[in-house]
């Protein structure tokens, strides 16, 4: 298969500038000179991103009705992001909360996850990924979601253990 990554997502919103807020105040992206060209869009950047942008968000108005996706229609679930430490992700996880958005937390057994909503209620997951060479057996035959119990995993790994290495990216 020739494709080796997701470069960008769109999302359609109701308040391009809520979301503009959000997705910077709370996660840290920043807002890109190309969502001046278009009225009601913005294009924003992944913090560390080397792409033109990551996310765009387009306004629909306030008369949207919310996303029936997995309850009455067929739709997108929830976009993923990798976060770089599982520092990074224990400061998400207090952003998320000081902002009402923080819906889950999930242990995976390789991955480590939060879930979050925006302003839409639309949903995304924020995820931590065990390194290669820090995997053990146990890791990868655990079975079923669990609560993720993240002072737990800072302990075992260390809050600058960095996400994937080996796996999502070169070591």
Same mark, same amino acid.
């Given at each position: 298969? @020739?494709?080796?990554?997701?470069?960008?997502?769109?999302?359609?919103?109701? &308040?391009?500038?809520?979301?503009?807020? $959000?997705?910077?105040?709370?996660? !840290?992206?920043?807002?890109?000179?190309?969502?001046?060209?278009?009225?009601?869009?913005? $294009?924003?950047?992944?913090?560390?991103?080397?792409?033109?942008?990551?996310?765009?968000? $387009?306004?629909? !108005?306030?008369?949207?009705?919310?996303?029936?996706? !997995?309850?009455?229609?067929?739709?997108?679930?929830?976009?993923?992001?990798?976060?770089?430490?599982?520092? &990074?992700?224990?400061?998400? @996880?207090?952003?998320?909360?000081?902002? &009402?958005?923080?819906?889950?937390?999930?242990?995976?057994?390789?991955?480590?996850?939060?879930?979050?909503?925006?302003?839409?209620?639309?949903? $995304?997951?924020?995820?931590?990924?065990?390194? @290669? &060479?820090?995997?053990?057996?146990?890791?990868?035959?655990?079975?079923?979601?669990?609560?993720?119990?993240?002072?737990?995993?800072?302990?075992?790994?260390?809050?600058?253990?960095?996400?994937?290495?080996?796996?999502?990216?070169?070591?």
């Amino acid at each position: 298969m @020739a494709i080796f990554r997701l470069n960008h997502a769109v999302l359609y919103v109701r &308040d391009v500038a809520a979301s503009v807020a $959000f997705y910077r105040d709370v996660l !840290g992206f920043g807002y890109t000179e190309t969502g001046d060209a278009i009225p009601g869009a913005a $294009f924003l950047r992944a913090p560390g991103s080397s792409n033109d942008h990551d996310l765009g968000l $387009f306004q629909i !108005g306030s008369q949207a009705g919310p996303s029936g996706a !997995g309850r009455t229609t067929v739709g997108l679930y929830h976009l993923a992001w990798e976060v770089d430490t599982l520092g &990074d992700l224990e400061d998400l @996880a207090g952003k998320l909360s000081e902002h &009402d958005a923080l819906v889950g937390a999930s242990d995976h057994g390789t991955t480590k996850s939060l879930y979050g909503k925006d302003p839409d209620g639309l949903e $995304f997951e924020i995820v931590w990924i065990i390194p @290669a &060479d820090l995997l053990t057996d146990e890791d990868r035959n655990k079975t079923g979601i669990s609560r993720l119990n993240l002072p737990a995993e800072i302990t075992k790994y260390g809050r600058e253990a960095r996400s994937g290495v080996g796996i999502s990216r070169v070591g």
